[in-house]
């Protein structure tokens, strides 16, 4: 003879199975992300009126150059939608240049792009990974980002567009793919 206990556990977990079969089969199996294809362009200035980087730590302290290893850099770059500044800022590249080289022909990159303007303002991108400062094209890990891209996914090609390396100036081209939700 069944209890009185028995029979309100059966009848929970009658409730609670048909509960879970019904979210099974009534959720949509799977989400699929969208994938975004953007180009920007980083203009990095480590000399002049228009700075945009800056060394913080090296084998010489401040003074060293990005271009040995140890430095340390600090950067807030513009971002354009363009290779010229003046095509329009859509937002900043902001984070750490490490180089990690003994040679000192590659930086550890760590940036955030901040999108100011645009389709995606508010929005941001979390960057990082290798830079060998001697190769034509570079890819690098988007690892997270805010705002429209959140739970975001990717990787970009990095190339330089322009280099006056005695002034320490460069234009860095970014053709960026991501998934996302």
Same mark, same amino acid.
């Given at each position: 003879?069944?209890?009185?206990?028995?029979? +309100?556990?059966?009848?929970?977990?009658?409730?609670?199975?048909? +509960?879970?079969?019904?979210?099974?089969?009534? *959720?949509?199996?799977?989400?699929?992300?969208?994938?975004?294809? %953007?180009?920007?362009?980083?203009?990095?200035? *480590?000399?002049?009126?228009?700075?945009?980087?800056?060394?913080?730590?090296?084998?010489?302290?401040?003074?060293? =150059?990005? %271009?040995? *290893?140890?430095?340390?850099?600090?950067?807030?770059?513009?971002?354009?939608?363009?290779?010229?500044?003046?095509?329009?800022?859509?937002?900043?590249?902001?984070? #750490?240049?490490?180089?990690?080289?003994?040679?000192?022909?590659?930086?550890?990159?760590?940036? =955030?792009?901040?999108?100011?303007?645009?389709?995606?303002k508010g929005s941001?991108?979390? #960057?990082?990974? =290798?830079?060998?400062?001697?190769?034509?094209?570079?890819?690098?890990?988007?690892?997270?980002?805010?705002?429209?891209?959140?739970?975001?996914?990717?990787?970009?090609?990095?190339?330089?567009? *322009?280099?006056?390396?005695?002034?320490?100036?460069? +234009?860095?081209k970014h053709n960026?793919?991501?998934?996302?939700?």
């Amino acid at each position: 003879m069944a209890t009185e206990m028995s029979l +309100t556990s059966n009848y929970f977990f009658l409730i609670f199975t048909v +509960t879970i079969i019904y979210v099974a089969y009534t *959720f949509p199996k799977k989400l699929k992300p969208k994938q975004t294809n %953007l180009t920007f362009y980083v203009h990095d200035h *480590f000399t002049g009126e228009d700075t945009t980087a800056a060394t913080v730590a090296g084998k010489a302290g401040p003074a060293s =150059s990005i %271009l040995h *290893f140890g430095t340390v850099a600090v950067v807030d770059d513009p971002v354009t939608v363009g290779p010229s500044i003046d095509s329009g800022v859509i937002g900043r590249a902001q984070g #750490i240049y490490i180089n990690s080289q003994l040679d000192g022909k590659a930086v550890y990159m760590a940036f =955030s792009v901040i999108f100011t303007d645009g389709e995606f303002k508010g929005s941001t991108l979390e #960057i990082q990974g =290798s830079d060998i400062l001697e190769k034509k094209e570079r890819e690098f890990s988007v690892v997270s980002g805010t705002g429209y891209f959140r739970f975001v996914k990717g990787y970009g090609i990095m190339e330089t567009v *322009f280099m006056d390396l005695p002034k320490l100036k460069a +234009t860095l081209k970014h053709n960026v793919t991501l998934k996302h939700y």
